[in-house]
């Protein structure tokens, strides 16, 4: 059985004696059922019978029924209601429209709509570079999917991918005040997803591709970049690569070693492996060893995809070809972007001394983060029950913010990297150890200072060394 999560907290409405031992039977009960109990709150009190509240975390649906039954066995409590608390969150969404002006009365409706309105409209129609000061365009993104790559859950389809939409919204207004709305869109073709997206560009400032597949996901940021002159950035490849540029800055600062000098393996060349490899050669990376399903991807080998073909070109100049676990002896950081369990703590070992392993894939990684801890100095994963948690939400709220705030459409390598410097050094040296090599995604610090190197960034228009994105 796994560890409690609150991803799966119930809370269970219980009614029960009202003897003195009667909660202390709902506590055992808990514990029994190996739950993790966080609150028990009496809502309601008679002389007979007490209506209790039990919340507790679970570590999957079938544990949580079995925490249920189990409360159910106690003599004399009658269940009347699980909840699961997940659910209840997304009841009617997680999302809502507010205005930011006043509706008062008939004046503010003069000006806010017709017909004051129509002064603005033709403003706008005179200087359309006036929509971004006199629209919400000049503060929102588009979070665009098709939903055919969910994290974790596969090609499931724009309705079930709504959910992660929103969330991620949420996320951006939280963090850096940016509003963001979900657009999923039914149908996974390329010219259609680049024509819709083009189409309502005028309403936003930025859009967010996410998890849309690779390799369809290249050609369609390549081209919306070309072709909008706002932002587009597709957070699955490059929010993930910044943030693992972060954590590998920092992680290199507690094994004392340097960039250039390193060997790594990445596995995984889909959209965040392709992302990861990029930016950590635009970085001065030493040798690169890149792993798909089928093993090293190698320069021998001719690939149908231009994209693969590009890493085949850029790493692994040695040509060296085996599996995963052959090619990872001898590597000083191993960087995992794609399926669960496919190493084990012995591989681990073989690495050099001091290895750092980020193993990324969610919800199960690469490898288990104990088994990995035995031999590694360094372990990263991308889940929060685990210490160095790699989340993309350290980058992209302050990156948005960075480059709506700048009113530049140019996204280099420069600009990534120096995110990627800013959420580093938000962990100070009297933090940085082993287990915090990247900042708390709640550290009010990280998104203001990710959105201020950006925009200087930006004002620099120097670009990085390196690949093009």
């Known amino acids: 059985m796994g560890v409690p999560s609150p991803g799966y907290a119930i809370t269970v409405r219980v009614e029960a004696p009202s003897s003195a031992n009667s909660t202390g ?12 109990l966080t609150a028990l709150d009496i809502v309601e009190s008679t002389h007979n019978r007490l209506v209790v509240d039990v919340t507790c975390d679970a570590s999957d649906a079938a544990h949580a029924t079995r925490i249920t039954d189990a409360l159910a066995a106690v003599p004399g409590v009658i269940v009347r209601k699980a909840s699961d608390r997940t659910f209840l969150m997304h009841l009617g969404g997680k999302l809502e429209v507010n205005p930011t002006v006043p509706l008062k009365h008939r004046d503010d409706l003069s000006r ?38 969910v994290l974790g859950l596969g090609n499931i389809g ?11 919204a949420a996320l951006f207004k939280r963090f850096a005040g940016v509003d963001a709305w979900p657009v999923c869109l039914d149908t996974q073709d390329t010219e259609l997803i680049i024509a819709i997206v083009k189409a309502i560009a005028p309403v936003y400032g930025g859009v967010n591709l996410e998890d849309i ?11 919306l970049r070309h072709e909008l002159d706002i932002p587009v950035f597709h957070d699955d490849q490059h929010g993930t690569a910044i943030v ?30 392709h992302a990861i490899i990029t930016l950590l050669l635009a970085m001065g990376a030493g040798e690169i060893v890149a792993c798909g399903s089928r093993g090293a991807v190698h320069r021998s080998e001719k690939y149908a995809d231009p994209d693969r073909q590009w890493v085949a070109d850029h790493t692994n100049s040695g040509d060296e070809s085996g599996s ?103 962990v100070t040296p009297a933090e940085l150890n082993a287990s915090y090599i990247v900042p708390s995604v709640f550290d009010p610090v990280v998104a203001p200072a990710v959105a201020a190197a950006v925009r200087e960034a930006v004002g620099s228009g120097a670009t990085a060394p390196g690949p093009a994105s």
């Open 244 to 273: 693992v540029l972060a954590a590998l800055r920092n992680a290199l600062r507690v094994v004392d070693k340097r960039m250039e000098d390193l060997r790594i393996v990445v596995s995984g060349v889909g959209a965040a492996g």
């Open 158 to 168: 724009p309705a079930a991918a709504l959910p992660v939409m929103e969330g991620k």
């Open 112 to 149: 806010a709509y017709t017909p004051g309105v129509a002064r603005v409209c033709m403003a706008i129609h005179d200087n359309p570079e006036d929509a971004r000061r006199l629209t919400i365009k000049r503060n929102t993104v588009a979070v665009v999917t098709d939903g055919s790559a």
């Open 25 to 36: 039977g709902l506590l055992e009960a808990v514990r029994r059922a190996q739950g993790s």
């Open 324 to 426: 995963l676990r052959e090619v990872l002896k001898g590597a000083d950081v191993f960087i995992g972007v794609s399926a669960p369990n496919l190493l084990t703590g012995d591989d681990i070992a073989t690495m050099r001394k001091d290895a750092i392993v980020f193993a990324l894939a969610n919800p199960d990684p690469e490898v288990d983060p104990l088994a990995a801890g035995e031999h590694a100095a360094v372990v990263a994963t991308g889940r929060s029950d685990y210490p160095n948690q790699i989340n993309n939400v350290l980058a992209f709220p302050g990156f948005f913010r960075g480059m709506l705030d700048s009113g530049s459409a140019r996204i280099t390598q420069e600009v990534m990297i120096a995110a990627a410097k800013a959420i580093a050094d938000s």
């Open 213 to 223: 597949a690779a390799p369809r996901c290249f050609e369609i940021e390549r081209r």
